[in-house]
Every structure is written in C-alpha cells, then in structure tokens.
C-alpha cells in the first residue's frame, strides 16, 4: 500500500525568506503523479504544484518549485520570496495511475508566513 | 463560474440523528470524492464515485452512505451509526480520464455532534 508522509506539522517563516516542506512517499508504481496542494484558513484546498513521475525535470510554478528524487521517494516543496498569503496547511499527495487512480495524502504541514 | 458547491458550511446535529451534506459540481466532471479531514490525519476517502448510479466505498466508509443519481450531485449522509462523526467533509471532483490529475474542491462542511 502506498503512504505519504509529511513529518513537519508546522513550520514558520520569514517575510520574503525561502522555505523547504518534506514529503516522502513508499510506492512500488513506476507511473504515478505527485502533488502539492494548499488549504488556506479559508479551507478551499487548491492546487500548488504537480510533479509526473516519469519526467526527471522538476517542476516549477512562480515561487513555488519542487525536488523531485524518484530513488529516494522524496518531494519536496521549495517556497521562494515567502508572502504572507502562503500561510496555509499544505497537503503532499500521491495519486496512483494503475487502475482507481486513488489519492493518498499526506497528514500536511500547517505553514505560518510571518511578517 | 464552474466549481464546487457545499452546503451546509456549518451543521450541528444530535447524537442519534442521520444528516446529509450536499455536494455539486458544474464542472461536468464524472468522478467525485468525500473526504473526512481530522486535525493530524490528513484527508481520508469515505466514498467516491465514478459514473452516476456507481460509487465505491473508500477507506473511511462505516457509518455513511452516498448516492448519484446526477452527474452534477453527490450527497453525503452520515448516518447515526458513525461513532465520531464530529468532523471537516471536503467533496472534491475530477474528470475520470485523469488527465492532469488535479482534485476541485469544495469549501467543505464541518459537522459538529452534541
């Protein structure tokens, strides 16, 4: 089975500071995506970043990028120039593309941008 | 403007009695999900479904039932049979050919037990 874990449940920064959030995964898939997603206090989770499992390239979004080790099972999410709109709970996510493509979250990493 | 509606925000309810949370999307996306947030645990699935009239249990699926009887709807009743009920529901959507593989989500229902 496959687990997502996230092992800060919370982090701070600085105003316009860079920030690191860890995820690893445990998978046997070779095909798979992974994602980071954002729940501001307004709780609507939208979409950060999306990584496929088969491009080696690590994907970039404005500030935010990713580092993606397929080997190690790691991806985490790199915050540049830190805003206080960042501040949110962030949720890494695995999503299996053999058969259900099932979603596995991890238990998320509640970030406090301060100014 | 597309998205996904919740309704209710906020719902408390007592001990004994089933509540259903609405849920719909004008996305025109076949696959929708429930998910039960709890501080520390993540987002675990209760249900989804993938075609109107089928829906599989997820991993959370004792003490709530589903159905989809429309494209756009997906409710959610949690039934009084679910020992902790006291929860944050998220319903989220997506096309079924996963495509880019993004989940659309409400902006959820919490759900309180006196």
């Known amino acids: 089975a496959q687990t997502v874990t996230q092992s800060q449940p919370e982090m701070s920064v600085q105003e316009a500071e860079t920030v690191t959030l860890s995820c690893t995964y445990d998978?046997?898939?070779?095909?798979?995506?992974l994602f980071w997603y954002k729940q501001p206090p307004s709780r609507q989770m939208i979409l950060v970043i999306r990584?496929?499992?088969?491009?080696?390239q690590n994907a970039t979004e404005n500030r935010f990028s990713v580092n993606f080790q397929k080997a190690a099972k790691s991806f985490s999410l790199k915050i540049s120039d830190s805003q206080l709109g960042d501040t949110a709970m962030y949720f890494c996510?695995?999503?299996?593309?053999?058969?259900?493509?099932?979603?596995?979250f991890g238990t998320g990493t509640r970030l406090k941008v301060l100014a | 403007d597309g998205g996904i509606t919740q309704s209710p925000k906020y719902l408390f309810r007592k001990e004994g009695q089933n509540v259903t949370l609405s849920c719909e999307q004008n996305?025109?996306?076949?696959?929708m999900y429930w998910y039960r947030q709890d501080p520390g645990q993540g987002l675990r699935l209760i249900y989804y479904?993938?075609?109107?009239?089928?829906?599989q249990k997820g991993d959370i699926a004792e003490g709530y039932s589903v159905s989809r009887e429309k494209k756009e709807s997906f409710p959610l009743t949690v039934t009084s049979a679910q020992k902790n009920p006291t929860a944050f529901y998220l319903c989220?959507?997506?096309?079924?050919?996963?495509?880019?593989?993004?989940?659309?989500f409400g902006e959820g229902s919490r759900l309180t037990v006196l």
């Open positions: 996510a695995f999503m299996s593309l053999s058969g259900t493509y099932k979603y596995i």
């Open positions: 989220a959507s997506s096309p079924w050919d996963p495509g880019t593989g993004e989940l659309f």
């Open positions: 990584q496929e499992a088969y491009k080696q």
């Open positions: 998978t046997s898939e070779s095909n798979y995506y």
């Open positions: 479904s993938q075609i109107v009239n089928d829906f």
């Open positions: 996305l025109n996306h076949d696959a």
